[in-house]
């Protein structure tokens, strides 16, 4: 068998329900018999045969240079759009860039190789490229752990770059502070002990050194905070009187498939699904707590939509918001937290609790 490829005649509707790419981009293939080729006919279907492959397919022909890709500080820069609030003295962002799928943290259910996704994806250039673009939008803060690969801040700053650094901490197993100094050392703007450790504290009966934790950040000049999935740990801090300059919070809705059944009362969920189990109380205690609060986990790790999300956690009481974000994401929720936050600030907005 012998296969023409001269042109068939096209359908109205292109495959799939979409636009055809181009006008002469449906080709069907007809079957000929080989008595029914003649000299002439071989020719002239070989002819068209051969203009029908595409140029990168043919050997023959020369591969045409392509110019460079710019560097994120040669493209334009857009405006700023992210509004500005205030921690501890220090201007920050009311949207702040988490660094989970920078460091490949995916908390992706069931879907096991997305971490390994996320960091095949995110490689030095790109992720280079991602803290500019967000830089350029009017992000002006990220939080990473201060153990996770950070190059990718010193570098930016290097290259004069001006994004704060919140660092994450944990206390030192045999009972120093040795990741808040070296966060110090570091560069990091703002440090504060995560949620993981604060609440490995509390468990173990140690909870007294969450405020340590505090004290020691505040002596070396930077600003300090507590992390929390579980709300106890800022009940026991607000019960202590510790003199943070932040809280960070997880906060989320319950409105997505996986979240946890009723009966699932674990302040994150057992199957990695969910960061705060009680969004309702949260938002009561919050109302009563009068130091900023950073919402994080706000999306339930992607599975809510941010236009739901960002306004549930401003309208929720939070400060600020940590979300982590691919480059191709940046633009839309730069803008997105900008509305949001404009609406919020009015007086007929569903916020109660007062700014931070």
């Known amino acids: ?47 068209v045969a051969s203009a029908a492959i595409p140029l990168s397919l043919r050997a023959e022909a020369p591969a045409v240079p392509q110019p460079p890709l710019a560097s994120p500080s040669s493209q334009p820069q857009p405006h700023q759009t992210v509004p500005m609030g ?42 280079r490229e991602t803290i500019e673009l967000a830089e350029a939008h009017g992000i002006t803060a990220i939080n990473t752990h201060v153990t996770q690969e950070n190059s990718f801040i010193f570098n930016h700053w290097k290259s004069g770059g001006k994004m704060k650094w919140i660092a994450q901490i944990h206390a030192d197993p045999g009972g120093g502070y040795s990741q808040i100094q070296r966060a110090a050392d570091e560069g990091a703007t703002g440090i504060h002990m995560n949620g993981d450790g604060a609440e490995s504290l509390l468990a173990q009966g140690q909870f007294e050194r969450v405020g340590e934790s505090v004290q020691l950040i505040k002596s070396l000049k930077r600003i300090a905070g507590v992390g929390a999935h579980d709300l106890r740990i800022i009940v026991e801090c607000e019960k202590a009187k510790l003199d943070v300059d932040f809280y960070q919070k997880t906060f989320h809705s319950l409105d997505y498939y996986s979240a946890p059944r009723a009966d699932e009362k674990d302040a994150k969920g057992a199957h990695d699904n969910s960061w705060c189990n009680d969004p309702q ?74 700014w931070c």
């Open 1 to 47: 068998m012998i296969i023409n490829l001269l042109p068939a005649s096209r359908s109205s509707t292109p495959p799939y329900g979409g636009e055809a790419a181009h006008s002469n981009a449906c080709y069907t293939p007809r079957m000929m018999k080989p008595s029914q080729l003649s000299r002439r006919s071989f020719v002239r279907t070989s002819l």
């Open 281 to 354: 109380a949260v938002i009561d205690f919050m109302a009563t707590v009068k130091k900023p609060w950073i919402a994080f986990k706000i999306l339930a790790a992607g599975a809510l939509q941010p236009r739901a999300a960002f306004p549930y956690a401003f309208n929720g009481g939070a400060d600020f918001i940590l979300v982590g974000m691919f480059d191709w994401q940046i633009a839309e929720n730069a803008k997105l937290a900008g509305r949001v936050v404009n609406m919020t600030m009015q007086p007929d907005s569903k916020r109660t609790r007062s």
């Open 86 to 127: 205030k921690i501890g003295g220090q201007e920050i962002s009311r949207l702040i860039m988490g660094g989970n799928l920078i460091g490949g943290y995916s908390h992706s259910r069931d879907l096991g190789y997305v971490s390994t996704l996320m960091r095949r994806y995110n490689s030095d250039v790109k992720i």
